[in-house]
Nanobody
């Protein structure tokens, strides 16, 4: 199957920058889309952004202009660049990969998450 692992989380002061990485392994040729979510304490997981193998990018619930998704298909890695971070961005960030995208339903695998903590 497919597995994904996030990295790049940590602690940063407000105004700082972090770049999260999500590396896929396994049957990576079956991946059609990589996605990022975050989950605040006590809240549900929220979709942030996705990037397709075709390069199509979607943002939702994202602070305008502060988060940028990108990918390196050759490395099977997606990135989430987060700039000008605010304490409200403190959350666990999850990566996901959609694969077998002509199946119903589409298969999705999630990573274990990476903690991002922003201090004021």
């Amino acid at each position: 199957q497919v597995q994904v692992v996030e990295s790049g989380g940590g602690s940063v002061q407000a105004g700082g920058t972090l770049k999260l990485s999500c590396t896929a392994s396994g049957y990576t040729s079956r991946i059609c889309r990589m996605k990022w979510y975050r989950q605040h304490p006590g809240k549900e997981r929220t979709f942030l952004s996705s990037i397709g193998r075709d390069g199509i990018v979607i943002y939702e619930n994202v602070p305008k202009g502060r988060f940028t998704i990108s990918q390196d298909i050759g490395k099977n890695t997606a990135y989430l660049l987060m700039s000008n971070l605010e304490p409200e961005d403190t959350a666990v960030y999850y990566c996901a990969a959609d694969y077998d995208c002509y199946s119903v339903p589409i298969a999705t695998v999630y990573g274990q998450g990476t903690q991002v903590t922003v201090s004021s």
